[in-house]
């Protein structure tokens, strides 16, 4: 079986990332060798499997260029401990952070618009703390002043929402959402994350949450986005009520395209693109897609 086939059969039985065994190892990017749309790494830590994952697209210096400011938006919604898999694994925003500065970052900033207090959130979830051990700048997004009006251009039914200042004014913006089981989104992934860079989500919950989801994903694509999938939430989503929610899968994809890391994550959940309504969304107004089958996917097991 060639690797076409090889990866047309795995995908049409489900993005089983753990049974795959890795198309390229040692995920380095070979000379003359095609950007892969997707990457994805089953079996380390955190920190090391994004070591990885970004090695197999080339280094960070790809993304990041000398100087330019980069911000980093996890989830860090929920107050709740990094064992509850309710916000990103503050190693992988230590390693992010890190990477930046080493391919000549002057600044990293790092905020959410958090659900619980946002102080709690910060200091519970290991975020803060890890932002300071690598040198980034964390930063409070609970001040409206400091969100802007834009107009969503593409949208259908979001057209406009108030962004972060750091969105805005920063020249990378890398998006970092960890894979959960939400109660109205069925779950959160890379586009559902842009949520925490908006001001006011009530209008999103009262006017077709999907909708607005993938109007927003028209609005700005991410320079990078970063699955966190080590421990994910199965259900209760999504705060998690106890670590028995959670299950550690030990896994992380990264993608330029949010509908295709999206897409890939559902099945690593166990689900399909269209069972999440804003993925097909997505998908049909042109953001990205959703197709794995035509893609080009590394898969690394450490």
């Given amino acids: 079986m ?20 890795a198309v390229n190892p040692v995920g380095t990017l070979l000379a003359g060798q095609t950007d892969y749309d997707l990457v994805a790494v089953k079996g380390g830590n955190p920190d090391a499997m994004f070591d990885k994952a970004i090695a ?15 911000v980093v938006k996890p989830n860090i919604g929920w107050d709740v401990t990094p064992e509850r898999a ?9 390693r992010i952070i ?3 500065y080493n391919a000549g970052a002057k600044k990293v900033y790092v905020f959410d618009n ?13 975020i803060e703390r890890a932002v300071k051990d690598a040198g980034g700048r964390i930063v409070s997004g609970s001040n409206e002043n400091k969100y802007h009006e834009v107009e969503v251009k593409y949208g259908k039914v979001l057209t406009k929402a108030k962004v972060h200042e750091l969105i805005l004014e920063s020249n990378v913006f890398i998006n970092v959402p960890i894979l959960k089981h939400h109660s109205s989104a069925k779950l959160t992934i890379s586009m559902k994350n842009l949520m ?5 989500r009530r209008f999103w919950h009262s006017h077709n949450l999907h909708q607005c989801i993938a109007d927003m994903a028209t609005w700005r694509k991410p320079d990078l986005n970063i699955v966190d999938a080590y421990n994910v939430l199965r259900k209760n989503g999504p705060r998690g009520v106890s670590k028995a ?10 993608s330029k395209d949010m509908v295709v890391i999206d897409a890939a994550a559902t099945k690593l959940f166990g689900m399909e693109p269209d069972d999440i309504p804003y993925i097909k969304i997505a998908h049909d107004m042109k953001v990205g897609n959703k197709d794995l089958s035509k893609l080009n996917i590394n898969r690394i097991k450490m």
């Fill in 2 to 21: 060639d690797r076409r086939n090889f990866l047309d059969s795995t995908l049409k039985t489900g993005l089983a990332i753990g049974s795959i065994m």
């Fill in 98 to 100: 890190e990477h930046c």
């Fill in 196 to 200: 925490g860079i908006v001001w006011d």
């Fill in 245 to 254: 929610d959670v299950e550690n899968m030990k896994s992380l994809l990264i």
């Fill in 86 to 94: 309710g916000n990103t694994n503050p190693l992988l925003v230590k």
């Fill in 114 to 126: 958090t659900c619980d207090n946002w102080e709690k959130c910060y200091t519970n979830s290991g």
């Fill in 56 to 70: 197999s697209l080339g280094g960070m210096k790809r993304y990041v260029k000398q100087g330019q400011t980069v």
